[in-house]
């Protein structure tokens, strides 16, 4: 059975082609960032965004190291990513790791109603076939708030438009982080 980090990212793999347009919503130290760099390849791009100038700097370090030029970094909240979206833009896959940046102030951590408006953003510029990767930490405080908001709102969404997935080890103790995949029809 594959690990969440593992799994997370077969998920993007099966659907993300060279040439497209992604989001990392939370770049934290940049290794899904340099993850879907490297899937989207040279004539693709990858659209990361932050609210910590620290994860920001951290990403870009770890980018200049790979030479990777495909991705532009933001320094905003993932709520307001329209503001860096073309209107008719096609996004083949997102990938949104929740909870704080590691090693750093615990009390910075997404929170539900800002991921929620990032989703459904995401989801109306998503490509048929598409994926939204979430991977839910939710051991910290804020996070269990964090996590019934958006399973709520994701079991919530028309199973005509979308099929949700979730992927997660059921015996594993102190809140094991799991895995929601949103995919559009
Ligand atoms: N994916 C990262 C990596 O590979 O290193 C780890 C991400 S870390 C678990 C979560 C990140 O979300 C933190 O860096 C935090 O600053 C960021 N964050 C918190 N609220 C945010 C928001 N509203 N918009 C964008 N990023 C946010």
Do not use: W
């Amino acid at each position: 059975m594959k690990s969440i980090l593992n799994y997370s990212h077969h998920l993007l793999e099966e659907i993300i082609s060279p040439g497209e347009t992604v989001i990392d919503a939370t770049c934290g130290n940049g290794n899904d960032t340099l993850f879907l760099s490297k899937l989207v390849g040279e004539t693709g791009e990858v659209i990361a965004l932050d609210i910590q100038e620290q994860a920001i700097d951290n990403t870009d370090q770890l980018l200049v190291e790979h030479h990777c030029t495909n991705v532009s970094l933001v320094l905003d909240s993932h709520e307001n990513i329209e503001n860096y979206l073309f209107k008719d833009i096609e996004i083949g896959g997102a990938i949104f790791n929740l909870g704080y940046l590691p090693k750093s102030d615990k009390s910075i951590i997404t929170k539900g109603e800002s991921t929620v408006r990032a989703i459904d953003t995401i989801l109306k510029h998503l490509k048929k076939n598409g994926r939204i990767i979430l991977v839910v930490y939710y051991g910290h405080e804020g996070g269990q708030e964090e996590k019934n908001t958006i399973l709520k709102h994701v079991i919530s969404l028309d199973q005509k438009q979308y099929s949700v997935l979730q992927y997660g080890f059921i015996n594993q103790k102190n809140n094991p982080p799991f895995i929601i995949a949103i995919q559009k029809k």
